[in-house]
Nanobody, 140 residues
Framework: HVQLVESGGDSLQADGSLTLSCTTSGVTPVGYDLAWWRQTPGKEREGVAATFARPPAINYVDSVKGRFGIKRDDVNRILYLQMTNLKPEDSAMYYC??????????????????????WGQGTQVTVSDYWGQGTQVTVS
């Protein structure tokens, strides 16, 4: 029985970094592909990054290339998404997903959410524009 549990979501400023974790159970190193997807209200779920088992490969959506890194720890059965140089448009609910690796992959595998069989509950990432230092107002 496959279970996926995400963690690590947070609220932070633009240009910050964050690492998401997905603790898996029932997922074998070569039996399953793993991926991160994200979704904002009113929009379709978007594939962000995937690590494929057979043959080994990693894919990213263009908007995160050079900023995000997907890493699979098959010893501890954890999937990570290392995010740097975060932008407000990266704000979303981030989901971990898994699929059987024997299905193979095609050009739409990270574009079509229906090709993924198992999903976690998600973890929220909110990226705000730059903040000022603030100014104190005291009313006596």
């Amino acid at each position: 029985h496959v279970q996926l549990v995400e963690s690590g979501g947070d609220s932070l400023q633009a240009d910050g970094s964050l690492t998401l974790s997905c603790t898996t159970s029932g997922v074998t190193p070569v039996g399953y592909d793993l991926a991160w997807w994200r979704q904002t209200p009113g929009k379709e779920r978007e594939g962000v990054a995937a690590t494929f088992a057979r043959p080994p490969a990693i894919n990213y959506v263009d908007s995160v290339k050079g900023r995000f890194g997907i890493k699979r720890d098959d010893v501890n059965r954890i999937l990570y998404l290392q995010m740097t140089n975060l932008k407000p448009e990266d704000s979303a609910m981030y989901y971990c997903a898994a699929r059987f690796s024997w299905l193979g992959r095609g050009p739409d595998t990270l574009r079509d959410a229906t090709l993924w069989d198992y999903w976690g509950q998600g973890t929220q990432v909110t990226v705000s524009d730059y903040w000022g230092q603030g100014t104190q107002v005291t009313v006596s």
